[in-house]
């Protein structure tokens, strides 16, 4: 499949296409209808995924796959258009920008997902250059993940999947004469991903996976129809609220996030949460600590939680997220009891970054999101080769180290800081006041 490699001049002027595959019929929903018009908040999960998708400024078509009997047909139609009858084509909702797309094509399904797929690949208007395919189950993935998605295809990637890295221990497991299970190994989860939709596809890749993948394969989604033919498919981070809502648990999960998402942001009783991101030596933990003071607030270091775990008999080697992880669980008892939280750690990637978020949110939490930078690099090498340890056991890591740290761009902080430009006390004024500004 060699024409799926780079070729980033044909992706990024191709109009951005979504097939949203709302065909299914949700058995282990038990709600006795198309899983798509099952309610969740009031609004058919259908609409919930097509509204999240349209916060999405890229997409410029839609096309929903409807079930394949003609009552389904109508009756998704139905949940598409507002009272009046006339299509929803406004971007509103949570998110949303403000704007206007063509009105979704409605198309009937097929008798597998696969074949539903094909059937709204076949309704693009051919000037779709580029094709998301998304389950409407996800319905409350955020507008930012297809995005992220639509950005990896245009930088020459022929097939792309958003994917969250596996936190749970995983068990190969064989079953026994009795169908009973026993464990046979333990499987390394370090390379393991769980894998979300939306995916993205350059048009002609998406089409020559239809079109010469063996059906009797068994393959679950279109990415896998892409390996199938030993095409390479690209992964960028999920998020936590990519979960399919397949159990009536997931409706009520997800019905949740929906509830927080509604408490009024001027609420005087939310706990704040303040998430620092830099790379080590820019001064954090010199600026969090100025910060809790004037806060107050409790500071949630990640230095600290993890040689705490070292000393509890964990191995510095096998520590991995698990700090994290503690530092997650320790801030949500924190916001839960209406403390705020400043959380101090590199925070580098999409991953944790969006974590702190769902924590934030779980909480009912003032998430203020804040990049600390250091302008100055003899400035800030001077203080990462100057620094001493104030925490046992804890090694600080080389200026070869940090440089090699990953820190991605963060487009969503509220506030970007430079430390070589004021001091931790002034910068942490500036943090108070900001927060004073946004809850007046």
Known sequence: MNEQQSRPGHAEHGRVGLILVAAGQGTRLGAGMPKALVPLAGEPIVLHALMS??????????????????????????????????????RTGPGVQTGRVPVPTIVPGGAERSDSVALGLAALPPEVGIVLVHDAARALIPPEVFARVVHAVRAGHAAVAPALAVVDTIKQVEVDPDGGEHVV???????????????????????RAHAE?????????????????????????????????????????????LAQDERPAESPARPVLVVLSGLPGVGKTELARELCRLLPAAHLRVDTIEQGLVRGGIPEEELGPKGYAAAYAVAADQLAAGLGVVADMVNGIPLVREAWDEVGLRAGARVLRVLVECSDEDTHRRRVEDRTADIEGHALPTWVQVTGRELHPWPEADLRLDTAAAAPHTLAVRIADHLREVTS
């Open 53 to 90: 998708a349209l916060g999405c400024a890229d997409i410029t078509d839609v096309v929903v796959v409807a079930p394949a009997d003609r009552e389904g047909l109508q009756q998704l139609s139905a949940a598409l258009s507002p009272p009046d009858g006339s299509p929803r084509t406004d």
């Open 213 to 257: 993948t063996d059906p009797a394969m068994a393959v679950t989604d279109d990415a896998g129809m892409v390996e199938a033919l030993g095409g390479r498919v690209h992964v960028v981070p999920g998020h936590a609220r990519g979960m399919k809502i397949t159990t009536p648990h997931d409706l009520q999960v997800a019905a949740g996030w």
């Open 185 to 207: 190994a333990t499987v390394d989860r370090s390379t393991l991903r769980a894998v979300q939709t939306p995916q993205g596809f350059l048009r002609e890749t998406l089409e």
